[in-house]
């Protein structure tokens, strides 16, 4: 008995040890993408490729996450707490799924989640189509 509670504490150690599973991780120009089985490596990569050719990949370390929702795109960002409250940062967020939805993911609706440094969101920016 006291060799599989020993047993057993180890794997809930391991488990509370192991990362959270952001999905598949490609990388650009030392910006970090992760992408889940919603996303097709070729949207990552098209994403990606974008981002750097925008300058948001600039070479510092950078982590976003796309996922998918039905049929919305879910951009995830890991951003300093508090840019969830500064209206410039959410207008530019807003500006941004814009962007997305016509540059990358041919008209669909993006929302910008705005997330701590475990991709956990803070505030989502929902998409709003417009100029």
């Known amino acids: 008995m ?5 047993t057993l ?18 990388h650009f ?11 097709t490596e070729s949207e990552a990569v098209r994403l990606g490729n974008f981002l750097v050719d925008d300058g ?14 039905d049929n919305t795109y879910l951009f995830r960002m890991v951003t300093v707490e508090g840019t969830e409250n500064d209206p410039t940062y959410l207008e530019e967020a807003a500006a ?21 440094d475990r991709l956990q969101t803070r505030k989502v920016v929902p998409y709003i189509a417009g100029p």
């Open 56 to 69: 948001f990949f600039y070479g510092g370390k950078v982590t976003v996450q796309i996922d998918k929702e």
């Open 2 to 6: 006291k060799n599989l509670l020993y």
């Open 29 to 39: 120009n030392n910006g970090e993408l992760y992408y889940t089985s919603q996303i």
């Open 96 to 116: 941004s799924t814009r962007v997305l939805s016509a540059e990358v993911f041919n008209g669909a609706p993006v929302d910008f989640h705005i997330c701590d």
């Open 9 to 26: 504490c180890l794997v809930g150690m391991l488990a509370a040890c192991s990362p959270p599973d952001y999905g598949t991780l490609l």
